[in-house]
């Protein structure tokens, strides 16, 4: 959310922390937080490039590309053990603070692994009862001691704006020549969560590329357009038809996930989601895709017609999700309980009835006790969802070789091995 209802949530959320100076900060960052996001990610940026990971809107398609093509190289030089070597020397020399106050597993650990394989050293704060913040510290002072010691910041937190303002307070200090660093929103409240969706992104981009088995359900673009009937399938984003399905009011990843595809043309957005409060789609989302001028749909069935068949037989690609039931109030409790949610889980009948080449992805955990994919289905071909995970920890360590400037090096190494070695994609 971009408005000024979730900058007062900011002020609630960080509370009576240190009076004086926070207001003041805050009141200065709330005005900078309530700026069109085109005005936000240029400052965002340093030479073209990106200076902080806060938001998708600051994700182009061609800045994507850029990103898949360096995690592509990353994947193959790791194959070898003079690839290996070679990455992580690279940034040997550069320290990162994965600063994680919500839980993680999936995100933490494959961004300790990105950073693993680049040899840039990490360290971690994930309980804040066990900083400086029990003694009252602010954030932005604990922040701020961080780039002292770090040269990047990672950081996941309940606090829907906290890093974009974090971000503001580097932009600030490098301006009054002092230490700054970058810093990557790994999960921001129910706001956004934009690794989340340039990993999705990234497994969408390797599985329409229709090459390889282990990234494609099916991998021959002939036998698609042939066999399966489906004569104007192309290559890539674009012109494909993007299901949601689950909990699409408070998943911060779909939210970063619509907003990049939103940037493909011919591209439509079907939301699968019970017509509940807490479930459906936020204003602040319908309206910037509505900007965005991509064609959206809201129903609550799989079974809901588009384009004269069920969704679930329209679709290329479908996004599961889990029922966030951590954001649930009381009231919500109550209605969801009365709510027959039984619609919104896969089965094997539906995934059968979905297109042979379409992906399942889910940005996971997925919750066992819901059972929105039951396990049965992950060993249909369509399922990706391990392999998206995978492919999270490659352009993770893209996204950092950017940050760092190291994504040049990686790919000039790249390309005299493979001219020198052969060494081959995969
Ligand atoms: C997601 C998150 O934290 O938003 N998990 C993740 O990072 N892969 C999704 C979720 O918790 O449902």
Not at 279 to 291: G, Y
Not at 402 to 408: I, K, V
């Amino acid at each position: 959310m971009q408005g000024g209802s979730e900058s007062t949530r900011l002020t609630e959320a960080l509370g009576p922390l240190h009076p004086t100076r926070d207001e003041l900060d805050l009141q200065a960052y709330e005005a900078r937080l309530a700026r069109p996001v085109r005005v936000k990610a240029a400052e965002l940026q340093r030479d073209g490039r990106l200076r902080h990971l806060i938001f998708a809107g600051q994700l182009s398609p061609a800045l994507l590309d850029d990103l898949a093509e360096t995690a592509d190289q990353v994947r193959v030089l790791s194959k070898s053990r003079a690839g290996q070597d070679f990455l992580r020397d690279l940034l040997a020399h550069r320290r990162a603070m994965l600063y994680f106050t919500q839980p993680s597993t999936r995100t933490f650990l494959s961004f300790t692994a990105a950073c693993q394989i680049l040899g840039i050293t990490c360290n971690e704060v994930r309980d804040p009862s066990t900083s400086s913040e029990a003694k009252g510290e602010t954030r932005f002072d604990s922040i701020r001691m961080f780039s002292s010691y770090f040269d990047l910041i990672i950081m996941r937190s309940p606090v829907a704006r906290l890093a974009e303002s974090c971000a503001y307070l580097m932009n600030d200090l490098a301006r009054s020549a002092q230490r700054s660093v970058p810093i990557v929103n790994a999960g921001s409240g129910a706001d956004e969560h934009p690794t989340q969706a340039l990993l999705d992104v990234y497994t969408l981009q390797r599985t329409f590329k229709f090459e390889n088995p282990a990234d494609s359900p099916v991998s021959r673009l002939d036998e698609l357009r042939g066999r399966y009937g489906h004569a104007d399938l192309s290559t890539g984003l674009a012109h494909k038809t993007y299901g949601f399905c689950g909990d699409i009011g408070r998943g911060r990843t779909v939210r970063s996930l619509a907003m990049l595809l939103a940037d493909y043309p011919g591209v439509r957005l079907v939301f699968v989601t019970p017509d509940h409060p807490a479930l459906r789609m936020r204003d602040d989302l319908r309206q910037r895709l509505a900007e965005r001028g991509v064609p959206v749909l809201e129903v609550d069935s799989f079974e809901a017609p588009v384009d004269g068949v069920p969704a679930i037989e329209a679709i290329d690609a479908l996004y599961m999700t889990r029922v966030q039931r951590e954001h649930d109030t009381p009231a919500d409790q109550e209605s969801l309980a009365r709510l027959d949610l039984s619609p919104y889980k896969l089965t094997r009948d539906l995934v059968a009835r979905m297109k042979a080449y379409a992906p399942i992805l889910h940005p996971f955990p997925r919750d066992q006790h819901f059972g929105e994919i039951p396990a049965e289905i992950d060993s249909d071909p369509r399922a990706m969802y391990f392999r998206q995970a995978r492919n999270g920890m490659w352009v993770r360590a893209a996204l950092l070789a950017h940050l760092l400037d190291a994504d040049g090096a990686i790919e000039r190494y790249f390309h005299r091995e493979f001219r020198e070695h052969h060494i081959y994609s995969s």
